[in-house]
């Protein structure tokens, strides 16, 4: 098992690096502060093919694999967490998934624009009582005129207000439970599609995050996705793979955190010294560095289990709830290094630890991961 990198991997992050540096992090504090979608950062990213990075040349993608993928999300997330939920939420949740499971012809319909980023796309799954039971959806699918006819909201909807291909999962009867779910794609302006509340939130505040709602909204068995009654399992595995995109997300939050609280423990002097020459301090950075570490290390082994088409859903798990705790848990640490100063909006330090809480929190909650880690050694015991 080798972690190290190819040299068109090393050549994408220094290329995401680049752009995440001069275009991303100028921006990353008006972002937050204004709630503004980042069109045109977006818009440069899908130049550069990061939107469509692991979907093949052949619908508009770059055609690289899942460890690319993890490189880009973690040195966008350094500069700009709501920017890496808006990409991630794109690519490892909707179109990636999507491509996996839609038709030859479904494929050439919906990936090339999105893919190119000439359209957004989202996920709708959540609902108001189905966050971490996702069986218990409520959104119904009715047959009807060679079509479905689709009534409910979706909540929490990451990319929702400026999705142009939405990825959907409705029910056809709540009385199968999961058997009854099936996954669609619709279009945004499709009669009955509508955005309602948008929430106001504690981080990635950049990235829309809304309510879709559907009131009659009739689309054609031809935006069905993958076999009637697989949409349940077709969504966990959209679930499962993403998290490692989260994982990644976590990682670079928290590696922005430790860099600036390197930078500002060299250069601030307390008793006549840096305070980055008091052991205690020195002590904290060593625990977060190494925290960092472990968490990338266990987000790159996902990865390559992916690549290599092994299973990954343990270590999909253990990355996610591993790195979300350590990004919580050294954001924290570097805001107070920075003391004061840190709680203040004159430095990053505040944005960096209310980004990083959503990785404990959306894809599957920290509880939720557990629950699969443990579940899965008894079953292997």
């Known amino acids: 098992m080798d972690f190290g990198l190819t040299e068109q991997q090393r050549m994408l992050r220094q290329t995401v690096r680049d752009f995440a540096t001069h275009e991303i992090e100028p921006a990353a504090a008006t972002i937050d502060e204004r709630e503004e979608f980042p069109w045109e950062i977006v818009r440069k990213a899908s130049e550069l093919g990061l939107l469509g990075l692991t979907i093949p040349e052949a619908y508009g993608g770059s055609g690289m694999d899942f460890t690319s993928e993890i490189v880009m999300v973690e040195e966008i997330c350094r500069a700009s967490a709501a920017v890496g939920a808006i990409c991630l939420a794109h690519l490892s949740l909707a179109?990636?998934?999507?491509?996996?499971?839609?038709?030859?012809?479904?494929?050439?319909?919906?990936?090339?624009?999105?893919?190119?980023?000439?359209?957004?796309?989202?996920?709708?799954?959540?609902?108001?009582?189905?966050?971490?039971?996702?069986?218990?959806?409520?959104?119904?699918?009715?047959?009807?005129?060679?079509?479905?006819?689709?009534n409910g909201t979706k909540i929490f909807i990451t990319n929702g207000a400026e999705a142009e291909v939405v990825?959907?999962?409705?029910?056809?009867?709540?009385?199968?439970?999961?058997?009854?779910?099936?996954?669609?794609?619709?279009?945004?302006?499709?009669?009955?599609?509508?955005?309602?509340?948008?929430?106001?939130?504690?981080g990635i505040r950049g990235s829309s995050t809304v309510e879709l709602i559907f009131e009659d909204c009739w689309i054609p068995d031809s935006n069905l996705i993958g076999e009637r009654g697989r949409g349940f399992?077709?969504?966990?595995?959209?679930?499962?793979?993403?998290?490692?995109?989260?994982?990644?997300?976590?990682?670079?939050?928290?590696?922005?955190?430790?860099?600036?609280?390197?930078?500002?423990?060299?250069?601030?002097?307390?008793?006549?010294?840096?305070?980055?020459?008091?052991?205690?301090?020195?002590?904290?950075?060593?625990?977060?560095a190494t925290q960092i570490d472990a968490a990338r290390l266990l987000t790159y082994r996902v990865a390559w289990l992916k690549d290599q088409g092994y299973p990954f859903l343990k270590e999909?798990?253990?990355?996610?709830?591993?790195?979300?705790?350590?990004?919580?848990?050294?954001?924290?640490?570097?805001?107070?290094?920075?003391?004061?100063?840190?709680?203040?909006?004159?430095?990053?330090?505040?944005?960096?630890?209310?980004?990083?809480?959503?990785?404990e929190i959306y894809e599957g909650t920290s509880e939720m991961q557990r629950m699969t880690i443990a579940r899965r050694l008894l079953a292997e015991g």
């Open 316 to 359: 999909a798990a253990m990355a996610k709830v591993f790195a979300a705790e350590a990004s919580r848990e050294v954001t924290n640490k570097a805001l107070q290094i920075h003391g004061g100063y840190g709680y203040t909006k004159e430095y990053p330090l505040e944005r960096y630890l209310r980004d990083a809480k959503i990785t």
């Open 95 to 150: 179109i990636h998934p999507l491509y996996e499971k839609a038709s030859e012809e479904q494929r050439q319909r919906f990936i090339p624009p999105c893919a190119r980023g000439e359209k957004l796309a989202c996920f709708a799954l959540t609902e108001t009582e189905a966050g971490s039971d996702p069986a218990a959806l409520r959104t119904t699918a009715t047959p009807k005129n060679n079509g479905y006819l689709l």
């Open 167 to 202: 990825v959907v999962f409705a029910t056809v009867d709540p009385s199968l439970g999961y058997r009854g779910i099936n996954e669609f794609v619709v279009e945004r302006g499709t009669a009955g599609l509508s955005v309602g509340k948008r929430e106001q939130k504690l």
């Open 233 to 288: 399992r077709q969504a966990l595995e959209a679930i499962d793979a993403s998290r490692m995109a989260v994982a990644a997300q976590a990682v670079g939050i928290a590696q922005a955190a430790l860099d600036a609280a390197l930078k500002y423990a060299k250069g601030r002097r307390q008793f006549g010294q840096a305070i980055a020459e008091f052991q205690g301090l020195q002590w904290m950075l060593a625990d977060m």
